[in-house]
């Protein structure tokens, strides 16, 4: 089992900046990956971007330039994951998840987190 814990939602102006935290932690596990999703009312959970055990990240069109996943590891089974958003728009309101794809008992089960409010309005 894997528990994430996110945090650092909140409301900010257009323009502005946020960074969203994700705590993972578990044991007997080997993170592949973490990622997040976000969804806005009334729409599916879309993928923002998500970054690898190698280090390599992946991002969505919408998050390319204004985004950035990074990481902190400190050992195997416990990781940070961020996520720096800047030059943020009222499109990218939404409840944020953060999620994590484990490497256990052959297969690669996936874990969500809470979700964390961001507001972009003025």
């Known amino acids: 089992q894997v528990q994430l814990v996110e945090s650092g939602g909140g409301w900010v102006q257009p323009g502005g900046s946020l960074r969203l935290s994700c705590a993972a932690s578990g044991s007997d596990v080997s993170i592949n990956s973490m990622a997040w999703y976000r969804q806005a009312p009334g729409k599916q959970r879309d993928w923002v971007a998500r970054?690898?055990?190698?280090?390599?990240?992946?991002?969505?069109d919408s998050a390319k330039g204004r985004f950035t996943i990074s990481t902190i590891s400190r050992d195997n089974v416990k990781n940070t994951v961020y996520l720096q958003m800047d030059s943020l728009k009222p499109e990218d309101t939404a409840v944020y998840y953060c999620n994590a794809v484990v490497s256990v008992g052959g297969g690669f089960p996936w874990f969500w987190g809470q979700g964390t409010q961001v507001t972009v309005s003025s």
């Open positions: 970054i690898f055990s190698s280090g390599r990240t992946a991002y969505a």
